[in-house]
């Protein structure tokens, strides 16, 4: 049999296992993990002992292949000055402001790394590869730079700017993707096996058109870059896009349920391994361990080679359905 670790970076970068890798490049953490594992937030989000013992119980308590210690996306942007509601044991941090008008207000701390928010994941990715490593997949996780610019610029007028200003657009990007690649490398340093770069170049919000425009290029430059094991992760309906996405030179794409499993498959044709597609609020969250079955073996027989939740899980999913 084939150690978890094995099997799972062997299900990313698409090659054989003895059995469906389980996983997620997203939080899976809930309120009963935070019981049983004596660490809870908004402590796991700033302290990096209890997020390595919080986020152990992603294969201690759930068993699954792989652990990925940073919960929320707000690391970097509150690292960058954001002010940011760290939540408690029932919700998820909140980033609320969004501090930079202009591209060329994007400045990297010399002491980024050691602020922190930043500080803590890198503590809990060495504790956890201490612990665990020798058996486990240990994940990083870093926000891309769109989703950077969500944070630091706002929403709103980051979107107008794609219409209205591209080259305002680029320089942001092009400024804000030396972040990624700042913390990325320090994760793998710290010990991290792969990476996941969450950058929210959602359907719902842009066009494929715009994706292939702003970001294809710049994933396909991250990768580079960072040259490891690499998983994207979008959320919402991207089904428009898997062809650009599937030759941005990631390893894997993490991915919703609201794109078909078997339509995905189809369409990225072997050049990126697929994880995820198992449904939060309806399946995980609101339904039984039967359906939660029913929908991993329809993920699994319909070629996803990791099967885990679309996205970060809602703080209260049954344990018996994760």
Not at 30 to 46: K, T, V, Y
Not at 107 to 116: G, H, S, T, V, Y
Request: with cysteine; proline share 6%; aromatic share 6%.
């Amino acid at each position: 049999r084939m150690t978890p670790k094995r099997r799972f970076l062997s299900g990313l970068l698409g090659g054989r296992v003895d059995r469906p890798p389980i996983g997620a490049i997203t939080s899976v953490t809930n309120i009963e993990q935070m019981e049983i594992c004596e660490a809870a937030f908004p402590d796991a989000h700033l302290d990096g002992a209890r997020m390595a013992s919080l986020a152990a119980g992603a294969h201690t308590v759930l068993g699954y292949d792989a652990i990925m210690p940073y919960f929320s996306v707000a690391a970097e942007a509150a690292a960058l000055g954001c002010q940011v509601d760290w939540g408690d044991r029932e919700n998820m941090p909140a980033v609320l402001t969004s501090p930079w008008e202009d591209p060329r207000q994007v400045l990297i701390p010399e002491d980024f790394l050691e602020r922190a928010p930043v500080r803590a994941v890198l503590e809990a990715i060495r504790i956890l590869r201490a612990r665990h490593g020798h058996r486990v997949a240990i994940v990083g996780k870093v926000m891309g730079p769109w989703t950077l610019a969500y944070h630091l610029h706002g929403v709103q007028p980051f979107l107008m700017e794609t219409l209205t200003d591209p080259p305002r657009v680029r320089q942001f990007i092009e400024r804000l993707k030396e972040i990624t690649v700042l913390f990325g490398r320090a994760q793998i340093a710290a010990g991290a096996d792969a990476l996941c770069i969450a950058d929210h170049a959602t359907g719902d919000l842009i066009s494929a058109r715009m994706y292939r425009q702003y970001l294809w290029p710049v994933h396909q430059e991250l990768t580079r870059r960072l040259g490891c094991p690499t998983a994207l992760h979008i959320c919402g309906n991207t089904a428009d896009r898997l062809e650009a996405i599937a030759t941005s030179g990631f390893d894997c794409y993490h991915f919703e349920s609201r794109v078909d499993a078997a339509s995905a498959v189809e369409r990225v044709a072997g050049r990126i391994s697929l994880m995820g597609n198992v449904n939060n609020p309806e399946v995980l969250l609101r339904g039984t361990p039967d359906q939660v079955e029913a929908s991993a073996r329809a993920a699994w027989e319909a070629g996803v080679r990791i099967i885990g939740s679309e996205c970060a899980v809602p703080l209260n999913t049954p344990t018996e359905n994760l």
